[in-house]
């Protein structure tokens, strides 16, 4: 019974510790094996992650909650969500995307009594990540992977990704018009202020030591510097001068389901067996083969996996992209963007999936 209900609060945290187990068999534990892990990843992950706890604790984008209901109405507002997300995606990668925008969207619906519409919008954003996020070279980890294998050069590869970049937009402001159909004009105007920031927000010492820890998780970001480790040292040392109880708030639940996705990607590619299996089978049906695999372990692990065995690099990369609107699995982005929201409504982690695969499907 326990595990059943353990399965039922944390179902990703469930399927990548049985991946992991797997992993374990088909390889067995080893230096190697660990040294493939994507350290980098968890890193990021884990600084973003502290940064973020500290940005909810002390109520840093309280400023950027009044200016989102300065946009008046909801679709407005959705629509300054969904394409920050979308755009930023291209530069930031598509989770750190999420990563700000996703809290960002559940505290501004929340201060405008709009929470009916926070699953739906962040859906959206989702997809707007995973979409917006495949034009360019740096928007996700499986894409930087291939751009560099690949040696295409910049534009090349942008206009390779642009169609299906464009329609994505559309579709998007498309079903934003949608879904308030009834009320085109409804308020975005926040309710009642709540007492924690409010009129009297101020930048305090604390808020502007999270705000330039936010800097130095962006520049590791975005210039892919070989220093993280130390970035990464920057950051958890000033989390604990300035609030050491921060740590206690982190998600690291979902730093061990990437943990145990990456065991699993890492086995299968240490393991000769399963190798020569890959080496025969994906040749000709890459994009087959990356939408399939990462329906198990994402699609960063698998393009990883998949990339010694393929041919076709456009297969691969376009299967890849397309994998994260298969199913909740299928990228990683999609796994932080549940996490965030059952953090908030952990409640309401079946609904989120009903949701999701419902938007996704439209």
């Not at 709009?114 to 995973?130: C, D, F, G, R």
């Not at 960063?300 to 299967?319: D, K, M, Q, R, W």
Request: proline share 5%.
């Amino acid at each position: 019974m326990k595990a059943i209900a353990f399965i039922k609060k944390e179902p990703m945290l469930a399927l990548s510790l049985l991946a992991a187990a797997i992993g374990f068999i088909i390889t067995p534990p080893s230096l190697e094996l660990i040294g493939g892990i994507d350290w980098r990843t968890l890193g990021t992950l884990l600084m973003m992650l502290t940064v973020l706890e500290g940005f909810k604790k002390e109520n840093v984008l309280y400023p950027v909650v009044r200016l989102g209901s300065k946009l008046g109405r909801m679709t407005s507002l959705t629509l300054f969500l969904v394409f920050g997300v979308f755009f930023s995606s291209m530069f930031v990668t598509n989770d750190v995307s999420l990563l700000i925008f996703v809290p960002l969207t559940i505290t501004l619906f929340r201060a405008a009594g709009k929470e009916k519409y926070i699953l739906p919008v962040i859906s959206m954003e989702n997809i707007a990540a995973i979409r917006g996020s495949l034009l360019m070279p740096f928007g996700s980890p499986q894409n930087l992977f291939l751009y560099g294998k690949a040696e295409a050069s910049l534009g090349r590869f942008m206009l390779h990704m642009s169609p299906l970049c464009v329609m994505s937009a559309v579709l998007l402001v498309a079903f934003i018009f949608f879904l308030y159909r009834k009320d085109p004009r409804e308020s975005a105007a926040p309710e009642e202020d709540n007492g924690k920031g409010g009129e009297n927000w101020r930048l305090t010492p604390r808020r502007g030591a999270y705000l330039a820890l936010f800097a130095v998780v962006l520049t590791v970001i975005v210039t892919r510097t070989s220093l993280w480790p130390y970035a990464l040292a920057i950051v958890l040392i000033g989390a604990a001068i300035a609030d050491i109880k921060l740590f206690l708030r982190v998600d690291y639940v979902l730093l061990v389901t990437f943990l145990c996705f990456f065991l699993f990607s890492s086995s299968i590619a240490n393991n000769p067996a399963v190798a020569a299996f890959l080496q025969k089978s994906v040749a000709g049906r890459e994009y087959w083969w990356s939408i399939g695999l990462s329906q198990i372990i994402s699609n960063v692990p698998a393009t990883i996996v998949l990339y010694p065995f393929s041919e076709n690099f456009a297969g691969l990369i376009y299967g890849a992209d397309t994998a994260g609107l298969c199913s909740l699995i299928g990228s990683l982005a999609s796994v932080i963007n549940y996490r965030i929201y059952v953090r908030e409504y952990p409640e309401n982690g079946g609904k989120f999936i009903k949701t999701f695969t419902l938007v996704r499907k439209v």
